[in-house]
């Protein structure tokens, strides 16, 4: 069994339930502008978080508000490292003035998916890290290139989980392009998590089990479900942690 595994989710992306699932949370992901979000969201979000003990992410992406973050942007690099230093150092700086200080990084979207399979993106990020924001935590999914490359930068890395996202291996999710890339069946969200925490494996649609190591787990704020897996996941996480 893998100890220590926390409930991370993504807020502040306009969900009416972010109240609700804050308590359930071990961390945060708060959308930091690129897709959503603004002063005031990341603020009260930061705020609930700060009320529940919960950890504080930011949450920044292609800026790419029109998409939600989730279209592959061709832009330079050098403009993207602007907009993701922009992004960061806002929710670094609210958070500073309620006396909390960042927890972790977790890159959004499409940002987030071309990271896990691409050298040459995952190299640049990882390196924009190390230079920005030393000793803050990434969140990646173990074994993809952005968790190799942060290792390689000396980058603290979180290997990331999901609960509620169909793999297709243990670093690459199945395109929401796809009718199945969501899990809404509890008892498979259940079975999921309960496999990658307890047994060391993710379930892929292949119907393969593939070796995998979770430090956290993530719920997607904007699933149709989010509450109702927060309630079933975050006490079963909690066992890791007693």
Not at 106 to 133: C, I, M, Q, R, V
Not at 198 to 208: L, N, S
Not at 212 to 234: F, M, N, R, S
Request: charged fraction near 20%; hydrophobic fraction near 35%.
């Amino acid at each position: 069994m893998r100890e220590n595994v926390d409930l991370n989710c993504d807020l502040g992306e306009g969900m009416a339930n972010d109240k609700a699932i804050m308590p359930f949370l071990g961390s945060c992901n708060i959308a930091a502008g690129g897709h959503t979000g603004d002063e005031g969201t990341i603020l009260e979000t930061i705020q609930l978080a700060k009320k529940h003990q919960v950890k504080i992410g930011a949450h920044p992406s292609y800026p790419d508000e029109q998409n939600f973050g989730r279209s592959p942007m061709d832009i330079p690099f050098a403009q993207l490292e602007k907009s993701l230093f922009q992004q960061i150092n806002l929710v670094k700086e609210l958070a500073y003035a309620e006396n909390k200080t960042i927890h972790h990084i977790k890159f959004h979207g499409a940002l987030y998916l071309e990271s896990l399979t691409s050298p040459d993106l995952a190299g640049k990020l990882a390196k924009f890290l190390a230079h920005n924001y030393k000793g803050i935590h990434l969140y990646a999914p173990y074994g993809s290139c952005m968790a190799e490359e942060a290792l390689k930068q000396k980058v603290p890395l979180k290997n990331e989980g999901f609960a509620d996202r169909a793999y297709m291996t243990s670093s690459t999710l199945l395109s929401r392009k796809n009718s199945n890339a969501i899990l809404t069946n509890l008892d498979e969200v259940r079975h999921q998590v309960f496999s990658m925490v307890y047994q060391g494996k993710v379930p892929t649609i292949d119907k393969e089990q593939h070796n995998i190591v979770v430090d956290t787990i993530c719920i997607h704020g904007d699933h149709p479900k989010a509450l109702e897996i927060a309630q079933l996941i975050g006490p079963l996480l909690a066992s890791t942690t007693s």
